[in-house]
C-alpha cells in the first residue's frame, strides 16, 4: 500500500480521539469481564453450594473458563466481520453485547431460589461475555495500530493492554469499595450484584464514544482499492500457518501469566494466605497500576529497540525470578514488602506483553489482520487463560503447598520463552500496511 496510514488534517476524528476510544473502550469491556473473577469466591458460595469451600471455589472458576471457551468463537465471528465490515462498527457490537450480558449476571437467581438452573444460566451469560471479550480484542488492538505511525506503534498499542489493565483495576477498587463498606453478610448475599449492574451504564458509554470515531485508515484504503478479502479465515488459515502457531504458543504462558497475577491474587492472599479480602483486592490494585506504567515504559523503549529483546527480559525474569519472589510473598505479612513483590512481577510481565501485543498484530497484513491475531490468540486464552485459575486451585488442594501455583506460572511461560527465543522473528521492521 501507498502512503502511511495517519491520521492527518482531512480526517474528521482527531489521534487523540481514537486512542481515547480504544482505551476506555476496553477499560469498560475488561471491567466488566473481570468482575466475576474478583468475586468468584461469592459467586460460588450463591452458586456451587458444597461442603468444601475449595471445590466450590473450582467450580465456580471453571465457569469463569467457559468464557475463555467462548471467545475463540467470539473471534472466529467478529474478526470475520471486522476484517470485513470494518474495525469500529465491531468494536461497538462487542462493546454492548458486553454490557447486556453483564447486567444479566447482576440479577441471576440464586442456587437456593432455582437449584440447578442457576448454575445453568451462569454458565450461558459467561459464555457471552467470553464472546464479545474474543471479537473485542483483536479489533482493538488493530485499530490503534491502524491509526499508529512506524515510530509510535508499539507505545500508542500499548494502550489497548492499559485499557484491559485499567478495567481490572476498576473491578478491584469496585471489589475494595464493596468488600470496605459493606458487612461481609450483605455483600455475599446481594452486595456483589451492584457492580454487575454497573456493567450496561459502562457499555453505554463506550458505545455511543466508539460510535463517534472513524473506520481505520488502512480499512478505508483497502475498501478503496478494493481488496477487501472475501474469506478472511480461508486466506489466514491458508497463507498465514506459522503465524498463528507463534500467537498460539505466545499465549500459552503468557495467559497464565496474566490471570494469575491480575485477578487470582486476590484469591491467592484472602484464601490461602489467610489475609483480609481488603488486602488482596488493594494489593491487586498496586499490581495492576504498577504494570500499566510498565505498559507505556516498554511500549515506547520497543519502538526505539525491538520487540524481541523485551519479550525475551519479561518472560526470562519471571521464569528465573517468580518462584522466589512468590516464596517470599507467602512468608511475610509486611503490607509493603508484599506490595513491592506484586510490582516487581507485574513490571517485568509488562516488558512481554508492551511488546507482545503490537508484535502480534504486526505478523498480519491489514486485510487478515483480525482473525489472524484473534483465532489463535483466543485459541490459546480459552485453553491456558480459562483453566489457569481452576488449576491453580485444584493444585494447591492435590498438594497442600500453595507453592505449587508460582511452579504452575514459570512452567507455563516458559513455554513462551522458548518461542520468543525460537519461533518469534523481529516484526518492529515489517510493512504493517500492506
Not at 226 to 243: C, G, W
Not at 276 to 290: D, E, K, M, R, Y
Not at 292 to 297: D, F, N, R, W
Request: hydrophobic share 50%.
Amino acid at each position: 500500500m501507498g502512503a502511511n496510514p495517519v491520521v492527518n488534517p482531512h480526517k474528521n476524528t482527531r489521534f487523540a480521539v481514537v486512542v481515547t476510544s480504544g482505551l476506555v473502550g476496553n477499560i469498560m469491556e475488561w471491567f466488566d469481564y473481570s468482575l466475576y473473577a474478583y468475586f468468584a469466591a461469592t459467586i460460588s458460595a450463591n452458586f456451587f453450594p458444597t461442603e468444601d469451600p475449595l471445590v466450590g471455589l473450582i467450580l465456580s472458576f471453571l465457569v469463569f473458563g467457559l468464557g475463555f471457551l467462548a471467545r475463540p468463537f467470539g473471534g472466529l465471528v467478529f474478526g470475520h466481520f471486522a476484517d470485513k465490515i470494518g474495525r469500529k462498527n465491531t468494536l461497538s457490537a462487542t462493546v454492548i453485547l458486553m454490557g447486556v450480558s453483564t447486567f444479566a449476571m447482576g440479577i441471576l437467581p440464586t442456587y437456593a431460589q432455582v437449584g440447578i438452573a442457576a448454575p445453568i444460566l451462569l454458565s450461558l451469560v459467561r459464555m457471552l461475555q467470553g464472546i464479545s471479550c474474543g471479537g473485542e480484542w483483536g479489533s482493538a488492538v488493530s485499530f490503534l495500530g491502524e491509526y499508529a505511525k512506524p515510530t509510535n506503534r508499539a507505545f500508542i498499542v500499548s494502550f489497548a493492554q492499559v485499557g484491559i489493565a485499567l478495567g481490572l483495576l476498576l473491578g478491584a477498587l469496585f471489589g475494595f469499595f464493596l468488600s470496605s463498606v459493606m458487612p461481609k453478610e450483605a455483600l455475599d448475599s446481594w452486595g456483589w450484584r451492584i457492580a454487575f449492574l454497573c456493567g450496561i451504564i459502562v457499555a453505554l458509554f463506550g458505545y455511543f464514544l466508539r460510535r463517534n470515531v472513524d473506520e481505520t485508515p488502512a480499512f478505508k484504503e483497502n475498501l478503496q482499492k478494493e481488496t477487501i478479502t472475501s474469506s478472511p479465515l480461508k486466506e489466514v488459515f491458508r497463507n498465514h500457518k506459522k503465524p498463528m502457531i507463534t500467537i498460539f504458543l505466545l499465549c500459552m504462558g503468557g495467559m497464565v501469566t496474566y490471570w494469575l497475577l491480575f485477578t487470582y491474587m486476590a484469591t491467592f492472599i484472602s484464601k490461602f494466605l489467610k489475609l483480609p479480602v481488603t488486602t488482596g483486592f488493594s494489593l491487586t490494585v498496586v499490581t495492576l497500576i504498577a504494570y500499566s506504567i510498565g505498559l507505556l515504559i516498554f511500549g515506547y523503549l520497543s519502538d526505539r529497540i525491538g520487540r524481541k529483546p523485551f519479550m525475551v527480559a519479561g518472560t526470562a525474569g519471571i521464569v528465573f525470578l517468580g518462584y522466589p519472589l512468590f516464596k517470599i510473598l507467602a512468608n511475610t505479612t509486611t503490607y509493603w514488602q508484599m506490595a513491592l513483590i506484586v510490582s516487581l512481577l507485574a513490571f517485568m510481565f509488562s516488558s512481554f506483553q508492551a511488546a507482545n501485543t503490537v508484535a502480534m498484530s504486526e505478523l498480519f497484513p491489514t486485510k487478515v489482520r483480525v482473525s489472524g491475531f484473534s483465532v489463535p490468540y483466543q485459541l490459546g486464552a480459552a485453553i491456558s487463560g480459562g483453566t489457569a485459575m481452576a488449576v491453580a486451585t485444584w493444585l494447591v488442594k492435590v498438594t497442600g503447598n500453595v507453592m505449587s501455583v508460582p511452579v504452575y506460572m514459570c512452567s507455563m511461560l516458559a513455554i513462551t520463552f522458548l518461542t520468543v527465543v525460537f519461533l518469534y522473528e523481529e516484526t518492529r521492521d515489517k510493512p504493517y500496511e500492506e
